[in-house]
Structures are given as structure tokens and as C-alpha cells.
């Protein structure tokens, strides 16, 4: 495992890890305002 590896495994975690809250928090926006 070379420093290249280890940055990219890292930036595609956060990329996916990124999205998942993302869209998590705009269906709990959409929600909110349906109740409203």
C-alpha cells in the first residue's frame, strides 16, 4: 500500500460517506416540511 492508494481509498470513502449524509438529511428536510 503506497501513499496513492491510501489518499484514494480515503477520498472514496468520503465521497460515499458524503452522499449517504446528503441524501439522508434532504429526506429528513422533505419530511419536516410535509409535516409542516
Not at 4 to 23: D, H, N, Q
Request: proline fraction near 0%; include cysteine.
Amino acid at each position: 500500500m503506497n501513499t496513492g492508494a491510501v489518499i484514494m481509498m480515503v477520498f472514496g470513502c468520503t465521497v460515499v460517506w458524503g452522499r449517504l449524509l446528503l441524501s439522508i438529511s434532504i429526506t429528513l428536510k422533505k419530511e419536516k416540511v410535509g409535516e409542516e
